[in-house]
């Protein structure tokens, strides 16, 4: 059974920075794209970033341009979100996904993703 567990998230200052993590578990994801969405309260989930198996590929929303990477560590099936200068609208319940399958193509379109993990909330106070 895929499990995918979030975790890094909290409450954090305007300006300040956290980091995600998103351990998988089931199955090898090495060959296989991970990626974040967001969904803040009455918001549909969005693109946040996306990575291809061998990182040479990733994908930024346009709002988390220059203040989010994200990196990947295969041997750990672990994926991570560095999330640095963060604002009050990043505000929002962040979750894994992972694409089964090969890809080299770092979508952001969510309903090509076939797991998901539960979320982890992030909370940026002005």
């Known amino acids: 059974q895929v499990q995918l567990v979030e975790s890094g998230g909290g409450l954090v200052q305007a300006g300040g920075s956290l980091r995600l993590s998103c351990a998988a578990s089931?199955?090898?994801?090495?060959?296989?794209?991970m990626a974040w969405f967001r969904q803040a309260p009455g918001k549909e989930r969005e693109f946040v970033s996306a990575?291809?198996?061998?990182?040479?590929?990733?994908n930024y929303a346009d709002s988390v341009k220059g203040r989010f990477t994200i990196s990947r560590d295969n041997a750990k099936n672990t994926v991570y979100l560095q999330m640095n200068s963060l604002k009050p609208e990043d505000t929002a319940i962040y979750y894994c996904?992972?694409?089964?399958?090969?890809?080299?193509?770092?979508?952001?379109?969510?309903?090509?993703?076939?797991?998901w993990g539960q979320g982890t909330q992030v909370t940026v106070s002005s």
């Open positions: 996904a992972v694409r089964s399958g090969f890809t080299a193509i770092p979508s952001s379109n969510r309903h090509e993703y076939d797991y």
């Open positions: 089931g199955r090898t994801f090495s060959r296989s794209t």
């Open positions: 990575i291809t198996w061998s990182s040479g590929g990733t």
